[in-house]
């Protein structure tokens, strides 16, 4: 299974911009690259994917490198709400078996 | 539209017994997954069970299976139970590659 690797943890103050990176150097040309988050007592949630070009939703805009060996997950304006553990995962098209690694703990501070 | 509901929220159950954990998907979802998370271990991946037939399995020992049933609500069980087996079980339902969790069932083994 192909692997990423994120920051173990990181810090923003409200209202500002975050973005969150991840790294994914043995991604095949199948994989999708998707980004979920889970907060507190809850089940992760989706946040978004994409495959080569970047993206853009109501949550989050996701940033793929052209090399698509690394991509960064980008909170517009951090609000209290965003503080989860934020979890970085390669899929086929196929999308089972998710591999969760330990994901990034966003602390965002008022 | 309806969420992922497992039941229930919360169990005890004392080692030795056998527990069985339900969740019902997404109406129209034909895929069902099955995570374990735990502090130590994080998010890991039981089985994932597609129009009744187990499609994908985790690495668990055989005290862990499950089952579909043909409107696409799942069952876990869990046979035996050990202290090690407490933790959160996650179901999620799937369409297109996007996962939708539920809340989670919390088990503790005493």
């Known amino acids: 299974d192909a692997k990423t690797t994120q920051p173990n943890s990181m810090e923003s103050n409200e209202e500002e911009p975050v973005h969150l990176p991840c790294n994914h150097s043995t991604i095949s040309g199948t994989d999708y690259i998707h980004w979920y988050r889970q907060l507190p007592s809850q089940g992760p949630e989706y946040v978004i994917h994409g495959l080569t070009s970047n993206v853009n939703n109501r949550m989050a805009s996701l940033a793929i490198a052209e090399d698509r060996k690394s991509s960064t997950l980008i909170l517009h304006r951090a609000t209290l709400r965003d503080a989860a553990v934020y979890y970085c995962i390669l899929l086929d098209n196929y999308g089972q078996n998710f591999v969760f690694g330990p994901g990034t703990r966003l602390s965002v501070l008022p | 539209k309806a969420g992922v509901t497992q039941t229930p929220r919360y169990l005890i159950k004392t080692r030795g017994q056998q527990v069985t954990l339900s969740c019902s998907p997404i109406?129209?979802?034909?895929?069902v997954s099955w995570y374990q998370q735990t502090p130590g271990q994080g998010l890991q991946f039981l089985f994932e069970y597609f129009s009744e037939t187990q499609r994908n399995k985790g690495n668990f020992p055989g005290r862990f299976s499950g089952r579909q049933f043909s409107n696409s609500r799942s069952e876990m069980n869990v046979s035996t139970l050990e202290l090690g087996d407490s933790a959160l079980y996650l179901c999620?339902?799937?369409?297109?590659?996007?996962?939708?969790f539920g809340s989670g069932t919390r088990l503790t083994v005493v």
């Open positions: 109406s129209g979802h034909r895929s």
């Open positions: 999620a339902s799937s369409s297109q590659g996007k996962h939708t």
